[in-house]
């Protein structure tokens, strides 16, 4: 049984900052891709950051870059994203998936599992 737990949300003041935790189990995902997306009410999930367990690439969408930073941790089987410099617009659920795929990837698509997601609400 595949598992991704998220863990790590919660509610910050606009500037503050957070990590989420994604910790996975049922399977070796050494040779695939984990990666964040988030998806705010009334609006289609988006893709937010990507890894690859071996090697440690790592991508991201255009408008979080330098604000968001995704790391693992591969003998805990865990998966980090360090969100800095928050913004009330990154107010959304944010879910930790995994692609089978032996390329990084941003597309939907790819993921085929998923965690329940953990909530991140952003205050003025």
């Known amino acids: 049984q595949v598992q991704l737990v998220e863990s790590g949300g919660g509610l910050v003041q606009a500037g503050g900052s957070l990590r989420l935790s994604c910790v996975t189990s049922?399977?070796?995902?050494?040779?695939?891709?984990m990666g964040w997306f988030r998806q705010a009410p009334g609006k289609e999930r988006e893709f937010v950051a990507a890894?690859?367990?071996?090697?440690?690439?790592?991508y991201y969408a255009d408008s979080l870059k330098g604000r968001f930073t995704i790391s693992r941790d591969n003998a805990k089987n865990t998966v980090y994203l360090q969100m800095n410099s928050l913004k009330l617009e990154d107010t959304a659920v944010y879910y930790c998936?995994?692609?089978?795929?032996?390329?990084?990837?941003?597309?939907?698509?790819?993921?085929?599992?998923w965690g329940q997601g953990t909530q991140v609400t952003v205050s003025s």
């Open positions: 049922g399977r070796t995902f050494k040779s695939d891709t």
């Open positions: 998936a995994v692609a089978l795929t032996s390329y990084i990837s941003s597309a939907y698509s790819d993921y085929r599992y």
């Open positions: 890894i690859r367990w071996s090697g440690g690439s790592t």
